[in-house]
């Protein structure tokens, strides 16, 4: 079954801020999902998380997922290691995947066998699938908290390498509150000798003033944040290309997003848009790449069809909206003609 999950690897930087403002500002209930202690004792994780003052790495898991255990016991070693060395960590391990028989027991016996000395609990009502609209089990999953608060999450693993998931986790713990951060090629989280971009974060009256920077120093990214976890975007944010041409302006109130403009390569415009609820809610205008407008669709107030562009001003996808949520077809496109449709199916995007 072909589903929309391979459309998304296409470079269509809108549609990409669209899903994961969505995605980021659901995320931020996590803490309300209900897991199990082994005993089947029902709890949120809110309150598996929310009396640690030290960073709390939830990492989800099952038995046979290879990466995840892998990773799960480098967390696990690493937790041990640094505590001597002063920072401290805490990691919680969720099973995902309850066998049919003797689940409990096959999920203690596997974590003494591992000689694991951190919190277990399992979800077997697939709360934590059901929460991110996954009709399959999958993991691993990683969320980073502080006390009591969202920091990062982490769908997937890196490169299928349990080491490299791991690190992203202990060295986006250790870049809390930190001046300088330093990032790989996909930002993910790294260290000063395997950076591909570096941030810099400056405590200006009553918010954080960050910067984003290419590991030569070209400016990427620049924009307020009202918390020093930086978890509450403020005010704009401003996207440049190496050559310092703007790409992309966001404007955040209270880190909910309101407004988009973006640009073509050379700072030529291309369109701009408002946002309610992480949805487009109005287009105001679309120009191709020699500056004459096009169409963006009859959206209008959260309703309406909806027509992005690529970054070479070919269409690249169309959509309807019903007050702010997704109705009739989804529709891709290659060099400008309709490639694939897709219509909703449960919670997922099927290919028809």
């Known amino acids: 079954m072909n589903t929309l999950k391979s459309f998304f690897k296409l470079a269509i930087p809108l549609f990409v801020t669209v899903l994961f403002t969505s995605n980021a500002r659901s995320q931020a209930s996590v803490s309300e999902v209900k897991v199990q ?83 277990i609990y399992m979800d077997p009502e697939n709360n934590i699938r059901t929460y991110h609209n996954k009709s399959e089990t999958r993991a691993p999953y990683s969320y980073l908290f502080k006390d009591g608060k969202l920091i990062y999450s982490k769908l997937g693993w890196i490169e299928e390498d349990a080491e490299k998931t791991a690190n992203n986790l202990i060295n986006a713990a250790k870049s809390i509150g930190s001046k300088l951060v330093y990032y790989d090629e996909d930002w993910n989280y790294a260290n000063k000798t395997s950076h591909f971009y570096f941030r810099t974060v400056d405590h200006i009256d009553d918010g954080y003033y960050v910067q984003d920077r290419w590991a030569d120093g070209s400016l990427q990214m620049q924009g307020f944040y009202k918390d ?16 310092g041409s703007k790409t992309k302006e966001t404007v955040y109130r209270n880190n909910e997003l309101v407004s988009e403009k973006n640009w073509y390569t050379g700072e030529k415009l291309k369109n701009e848009f408002e946002y309610k609820n992480g949805m487009i809610y109005n287009i105001l205008y679309t120009y191709d790449l020699s500056g004459n407008k096009v169409d963006h669709g009859s959206i209008k107030n959260g309703t309406g069809s909806v027509i992005l562009y690529n970054d070479f001003g070919d269409r690249a996808t169309k959509y309807h909206l019903e007050n702010g949520e997704y109705t009739g077809e989804y529709i891709t496109y290659m060099a400008g003609k309709v490639d694939k449709k897709y219509k909703r199916k449960g919670t997922e995007w099927v290919e028809i």
């Open 228 to 243: 020093k976890e930086l978890t509450v975007r403020e005010g704009k944010f401003t996207y440049y290309e190496k050559i």
């Open 37 to 119: 202690t082994l005993g089947g004792i029902e709890v949120k994780v809110n309150d598996i998380i929310k009396n640690n003052s030290e960073p709390v790495i939830l990492f989800t898991y099952f038995n046979n997922c290879e990466v995840c255990v892998e990773a799960l016991e480098i967390l696990h070693e690493e937790m041990k290691r640094y505590r001597f060395d002063g920072f401290k960590f805490k990691v919680i391990g969720l099973n995902v995947y309850v066998p049919e028989e003797d689940a409990v027991m096959g999920i203690k016996e596997f974590a003494i066998s591992k000689g694991w000395t951190f919190d």
